[in-house]
């Protein structure tokens, strides 16, 4: 079993920058890959980015490129999600998930976060 447990949400004008975090515990929680993924009212919940368990590979979908980056340190067993120049339609329920299998991008989740609220006003 892998806990995930998401935190660094809130409000920020549309240009802002946040920075989402996402602890994993578990015995061999350092062992998965790491994703996030967004879901608003009424849509299907939406693959965002994803890295693999050593950091090495990276995915992101199109409309975060240049702008998201996504990272992690085994050491703390935490991955990151740094999104700058945020627009208003980032806005969205932001879940951390994980994934024993690499794949691009995820179409299925091992384990899921609880979610955090990022909310870009105009």
């Known amino acids: 079993q892998v806990q995930l447990v998401e935190s660094g949400g809130g409000l920020v004008q549309a240009g802002g920058s946040l920075r989402l975090s996402c602890a994993a515990s578990g015995r061999t929680s350092y062992s998965y890959n790491m994703g996030w993924f967004r879901q608003t009212p009424g849509k299907e919940r939406e693959f965002v980015t994803a890295i693999s368990w050593s950091g090495r590979s990276t995915y992101y979908t199109d409309s975060v490129k240049g702008r998201f980056t996504i990272s992690r340190d085994n050491a703390k067993n935490t991955v990151y999600l740094q999104m700058n120049s945020l627009k208003p339609e980032d806005t969205a329920v932001y879940y951390c998930?994980?994934?024993?299998?690499?794949?691009?991008?995820?179409?299925?989740?091992?384990?899921w976060g609880q979610g955090t609220q990022v909310t870009v006003s105009s």
């Open positions: 998930a994980a994934r024993l299998h690499w794949t691009t991008p995820w179409s299925t989740v091992d384990y």
